[in-house]
């Protein structure tokens, strides 16, 4: 069976500092994964989207950057974090299936990130 | 940019009542989906809908979809305390997956 893994559960970084985050998936091959960010009490961004190795796709403009080092794996970056960075970050991953046709999404259990 | 929006933003029953979500969206879709989030926690599917369908039903969910009207509504009948959670409507177009706000429901002992 498929399974993601989502780490750290928790982060707490300082203003400046830099991040990482990262997402794999176990049991699947080739999957499309996104990176979503929920601020409190809020509904989910769409930050990032990769549907290969090396594909990403960016929704939102802004100092987080991500990539697909391998096929299964999933990092967002910062190289230097702001106040408005902090939220719960989920990654989630969907089977590649033919155009037009969408599967739905499973979630990590997300990255609680606060900057201060 | 957001695409589904959720109505009511909150909803308080009783246990057993039924619970009716409503969500709209802009432009054209592949398909609707509803999922379900414990505080804290990753979002979990519910039940998906194709946009040439116009009702399916899950277990003690019942989604329906107008295309028309770009609405979708999700009903929970006999609501359970197990039920309380965040409920989102999300919808796929081109590669994207783009929530809405989301339905906190807070079912009443």
């Known amino acids: 069976s498929q399974t993601i893994h989502q780490w750290p559960a928790t982060l707490v970084q300082p203003v400046g500092s830099p991040l990482s985050l990262e997402c794999t998936v176990e049991?699947?091959?080739?999957?499309?994964l996104y990176w979503y960010r929920q601020a409190a009490g809020r509904g989910l961004q769409l930050l990032f989207y990769?549907?290969?190795?090396?594909?990403i796709s960016s929704e939102v403009p802004q100092n987080l950057s991500a990539s697909r080092p391998q096929d299964r794996q999933f990092i967002l970056s910062s190289k230097k974090l702001l106040l408005s960075d902090s939220g719960f970050y989920l990654c989630a991953w969907s089977p590649t299936i033919a155009a037009g046709i969408w599967s739905p999404l499973h979630f990590g259990n997300g990255t609680r990130l606060t900057v201060t | 940019s957001q695409q589904g929006e959720e109505d009511p933003q909150a909803l308080s029953i009783q246990e057993g009542e039924n619970a009716t979500m409503n969500c709209s969206y802009k432009?054209?879709?592949?398909?609707l989906q509803w999922y379900r989030q414990n505080s804290g926690r990753g979002l979990v599917h519910l039940i998906l809908?194709?946009?040439?369908?116009r009702e399916k039903h899950s277990g003690r969910l019942r989604v329906t979809l107008d295309t028309s009207k770009k609405s979708s509504s999700l009903l929970i009948t006999a609501s359970r305390a197990a039920d309380t959670a965040s409920y989102f409507c999300?919808?796929?177009?081109?590669?994207?997956?783009?929530f809405g706000k989301g339905t906190r429901l807070h079912i009443l002992p």
């Open positions: 999300a919808t796929a177009r081109d590669d994207k997956i783009i």
């Open positions: 049991g699947t091959s080739n999957p499309n």
């Open positions: 990769s549907v290969g190795i090396g594909q």
């Open positions: 432009t054209s879709i592949n398909n």
């Open positions: 809908i194709r946009s040439n369908e």
